[in-house]
């Protein structure tokens, strides 16, 4: 059976890495195309082996220069774009991810002690060091704990960091959960910790403000999520060391006015970013 031609107005490519934008922009002729980029590498590809960074970097290069125009989820990764590729295409605007505020939304009760990481387990997401913060606080406050709500390749050297670091007792590891249950989550915990090495923005970090959990995220010089955090003062960044995060966590718990500010802060910040308001911006950029 033949394969249906379908003609579009507009096909957004929402999709990392590249590889499908790239195929795309070569194919393209006439329809109005748009990618969003939730991320450029550009030297962070160098951390692959050699063929798989200069290929990165090539159709990197390609998709930014290309005739689609592009929608970025944040500030930092549209200046970031410009700096790694000068010739990209001047066609850009920055409409950031959203969160549903109607889904998402605070409430009072909080576990006074716990707290929660949100994610992929992979490598660049540094939940080791979140872990070894755990075994540093738990001497300071021996009521602490960690739930981490994920899935991912990293997932059983994990589980056999919390044996090594006898945090079995400390740390819940869990994974195909029920939007209802992450809600839930997000609301009884007492503060979410993104120590991501990379974000483009983090719609993890928007869903515990929305929630009411204000978020610590941890320094990375390709993490637009600390420099979101920093320039709107939201939340706490620490230095990617235990101590420091450990040091940020254990304060932000102590420091109740602090605290209350980041709650009402984040929670402005998130209706701010309300799909609603959101997909407006999207649909009347495709209408340009």
Do not use: C
Request: hydrophobic share 35%; glycine share 6%.
């Amino acid at each position: 059976m033949a394969r249906e031609k379908l003609d579009y107005d507009v096909l957004d490519m929402n999709i990392f890495p590249h590889v499908i934008p790239w195929i795309v922009n070569k194919k393209l002729k006439s329809t109005k195309s748009y990618i969003t980029v939730h991320e450029v590498w550009g030297n962070y590809w160098e951390k692959y082996p050699a063929y798989i960074s200069l290929l990165g970097k090539r159709m990197e290069k390609q998709v930014l220069e290309g005739r689609s125009g592009l929608i970025f989820v944040s500030e930092w990764m549209q200046e970031r774009s410009r700096q790694i590729i000068p010739r990209m295409n001047p066609n850009s605007e920055v409409i950031p991810n959203g969160v549903d505020t109607s889904f998402f939304y605070p409430r009072e009760e909080k576990e006074e002690e716990k707290i929660l990481y949100v994610g992929r387990l992979i490598p660049y997401k540094r939940v080791e060091l979140l872990l070894e913060t755990m075994k540093w606080l738990t001497k300071k406050r021996p009521g602490i704990t960690l739930k981490i709500i994920g899935e991912g390749p990293s997932r059983e050297k994990i589980k056999q960091i919390i044996k090594e670091l006898g945090l079995k007792e400390k740390v819940e590891l869990e994974h195909n959960i029920t939007d209802e249950k992450l809600r839930e989550e997000y609301q009884k915990a007492k503060i979410l910790v993104q120590p991501s090495e990379r974000e483009g923005q983090s719609i993890v970090a928007l869903e515990a403000m929305a929630s009411g959990t204000p978020v610590i995220s941890v320094e990375s010089k390709w993490s637009a999520l600390e420099k979101i955090i920093k320039g709107k003062r939201i939340g706490e960044v620490a230095k990617a060391k235990r101590k420091e995060l450990g040091i940020k966590i254990d304060q932000l718990i102590e420091d109740e006015e602090k605290y209350r500010t980041y709650q009402k802060k984040g929670i402005k910040h998130a209706k701010e970013h309300d799909w609603k308001k959101i997909t407006q911006k999207i649909e009347q950029k495709f209408k340009e």
